[in-house]
């Protein structure tokens, strides 16, 4: 995975250099910075919960036509995902915070680029490496099927969340003036078993809505 990481970053850097050196042919760069929601919405039907999680972003839109229609995006984000297990049989949740730096790179199209209203969609690939994340569970649970949980373990070396990470992302933006409105579907390629390998959540799909500001 981790040539997957270097890829993204090494064409972060690259489009970065186009447009310091006039490649691009409007000689602009938009940076931006957004915070939002990150709804994790688990694959599975074995009592897996939607998780709500933090999504913090900052990056660049470099336009790749004069009239400003096609542009590349490219971002680095800290999104907190997860899952919600519900044990109904003894009444007890169990969550799962996993914390990641993502690098999504996708290319969009900006309907209307001219006027203060603008609408544009786009898809791309993303990167991401895990910084930190724990398992946690109601009060007096500390084994669940032959598997300790007690707030101190590790989603990505107990929990089957891998510390690496990549996959697909649809982007939808609206646009008033320099504020924007997001709304980011990414989607995984990797499976994923949660709690000790007995529960499988499969490719996570992360819903993200944020509010930003483009200089």
Not at 13 to 42: F, S
Not at 172 to 188: M, P
Request: proline share 3%.
């Amino acid at each position: 995975m981790q040539r997957f990481f270097v890829f993204f970053v090494m064409m972060w850097c690259a489009a970065g250099a186009l447009a310091q050196h006039g490649a691009i042919t409007t000689n602009r760069v938009y940076p931006y910075a957004r915070i939002g929601l990150a709804l994790t919405l688990p694959n599975d039907k074995a009592g897996i919960d939607t998780h709500t999680g933090l999504m913090l972003g900052g990056g660049v839109r470099i336009p790749l036509d004069r009239r400003e229609h096609i542009h590349l995006q490219t971002e680095l984000q800290y999104v907190s995902k997860g899952m919600m297990y519900k044990n109904k049989a003894i009444s007890n949740d169990i969550l799962a915070d996993a914390n990641y730096l993502m690098l999504p790179v996708s290319i969009s199209y900006n309907f209307f680029p001219e006027t203060s209203f603008g609408y544009s969609i786009g898809a791309g690939l993303y990167g991401a490496y895990g910084v930190g994340g724990h398992i946690d569970a109601t009060e007096g649970m500390y084994y669940y099927e032959g598997f300790p949980v007690d707030g101190h373990r590790s989603t990505f070396t107990d929990g089957g969340f891998p510390r690496w990470d990549v996959g697909g992302q649809l982007v939808n933006v609206l646009r008033y003036k320099h504020v924007l409105l997001s709304f980011d579907l990414s989607f995984s390629f990797l499976k994923r078993k949660m709690i000790g390998g007995n529960q499988n959540i499969c490719n996570i799909a992360t819903l993200s809505l944020g509010i930003g500001y483009e200089l």
